[in-house]
């Protein structure tokens, strides 16, 4: 479980918003990096279940991946998770989207979710981020940051997936593009030297996407 990796992002909705954000799909996935966007139709919006490579045998078994008909889920402290195989899709976009650089899990109780996620994945804990009232834990699961946020907002009582930052190689020309009327005007980033933008909601991804510049 060392090398779990995250795979797929499986989320409800339709492609078509994600087409205008500036994603190509094939038979309703679409390619950001190493990582797989799958759109399902019949799924509510937002971030239904997370796809992880290389977990065991035992995590292969409960959350198996049906690509006609979606994840067969297990869970990680409420969230769900299935086990995927690393995809082989070759997919361009318009968006110059470089990889995933994050995706973000809410929960209620940071130290129980981290357990959970280190107890799933064999993924450490690389470090906990005090900023009061949030307080932030990271793992890093292949080339993506699995980012779980403890908030007072947080009003559900597990875990749950919340949305995602995508990096692109020319963050100002992507905004320039899109317009502003999809995307928000680009801002310094807690990361030094980056900076990063928030795609608006009226664009109907159904969860909170933004983009960072590389």
């Not at 080339?143 to 990096?167: D, F, M, N, Y």
């Amino acid at each position: 479980m060392p090398n779990a990796r995250i795979a797929e992002l499986v989320v409800g909705g339709t492609t078509e918003p994600w087409q205008r954000l500036g994603l190509e799909f094939v038979d309703n996935s679409a390619l950001i990096g190493t990582v797989r966007l799958r759109v399902i139709p019949f799924l509510n919006p937002g971030i239904q279940s997370v796809g992880i490579a290389g977990l065991d045998e035992h995590d292969h078994n409960e959350g198996a991946c049906d690509h006609d008909h979606g994840p067969r889920p297990s869970m990680v402290h409420g969230a769900p998770i299935h086990h995927c195989e690393p995809t082989d899709l070759v997919v361009s976009n318009t968006l110059d989207a470089r990889l995933i650089d994050h995706v973000v899990l809410m929960t209620p109780d940071l130290e129980r979710t981290c357990e959970a996620v280190a107890a799933v994945t064999g993924a450490p804990l690389k470090r906990i981020r005090e900023a009061p009232p949030v307080r932030q834990g990271f793992f890093r699961l292949g080339e993506v940051i699995l980012e779980v946020v403890q908030s007072p907002q947080v009003q559900h009582p597990a875990a749950k997936w919340w949305g995602l930052v995508i990096t692109v190689g020319n963050l100002d020309t992507v905004c320039a593009s899109l317009g502003p009327e999809v995307m928000g005007p680009p801002k310094a980033a807690v990361q030094p030297g980056r900076f990063i933008a928030t795609v608006r909601a009226e664009l109907g991804l159904g969860i909170p996407v933004a983009l960072m510049s590389a």
